[in-house]
């Protein structure tokens, strides 16, 4: 957990927040806060915000924090202070409760432009454009990039942040059941153009060829071999 204040060059604080992500730190990035917040980012320019980052170990410190801070400073709406805070601090990390999760949801999957299909259509017709490819394919993927591949490495050789995101997908199903059951009537679709995919690949030589080479591998082979005999043992242990 972090809080964090924003000053002007002469170190005046103009805002005062509480964060869960150090990038929400940055006021070069982008941000939804307040409209008279960016104005006055805007104003003093986002590279000569001055940033002080204070780190603490708990939501509830991050929130007495963030309060003291609003109320030491005041708040410019209320004539009290410098700051363009508009609420008084300590009830924006709230997790947010089920209900209103699910509301949201509701929300954004039926005002979703994406359900349209002409928008959907262009969309797409607009991703597969050439111009569009070619920007982000081969050598220039952002990814590829050296400065971008070291910031990934340096970010996941942090050993919190990789048990935290190692946390978030131990335990939890990858697939909903109702997930699983749209994928399978898309394949089950006559319509699926993968329902036929296989014929073109079983009939070019060269990747017919390559298949077989691949099944014949050691580690093929000895793959194949432990899943039949935990299907055998499987088979056989139900039928005792």
Not at 16 to 42: E, H, I, M
Not at 43 to 65: P, Y
Not at 132 to 139: D, K
Not at 150 to 169: F, G, V
């Amino acid at each position: 957990m972090f809080v964090y204040i924003w000053k002007h060059p002469n170190g005046v604080p103009f805002y005062v927040g509480a964060t869960k992500d150090t990038r929400r730190t940055d006021p070069t990035g982008p941000s939804p806060r307040s409209a008279f917040c960016k104005t006055l980012v805007k104003e003093v320019g986002a590279h000569n915000v001055i940033v002080e980052v204070i780190k603490v170990t708990s939501l509830g410190e991050a929130q007495t924090l963030e309060a003291a801070l609003i109320e030491k400073y005041g708040r410019i709406t209320q004539g009290t202070g410098t700051l363009a805070n508009i609420r008084k601090g300590g009830e924006g990390l709230e997790t947010m409760p089920e209900s209103a999760k699910e509301k949201a949801r509701e929300r954004m999957k039926a005002n979703n432009p994406m359900h349209n299909p002409a928008i959907k259509a262009k969309a797409v017709e607009r991703m597969n454009a050439p111009h569009i490819v070619a920007r982000y394919s081969g050598e220039n993927n952002p990814a590829k990039r050296p400065e971008v591949r070291k910031k990934i490495k340096e970010k996941w050789s942090d050993p919190e942040y990789r048990a935290a995101r190692i946390a978030e997908k131990v335990g939890r199903p990858i697939h909903s059941e109702e997930s699983k059951e749209k994928r399978r009537q898309r394949l089950l679709d006559p319509n699926n153009p993968m329902r036929e995919s296989h014929k073109h690949l079983n009939s070019d030589p060269t990747i017919r060829a390559k298949r077989a080479a691949a099944k014949r591998t050691p580690e093929a082979r000895a793959k194949t071999s432990a899943i039949m005999k935990e299907v055998w043992a499987k088979r056989k242990a139900a039928s005792e």
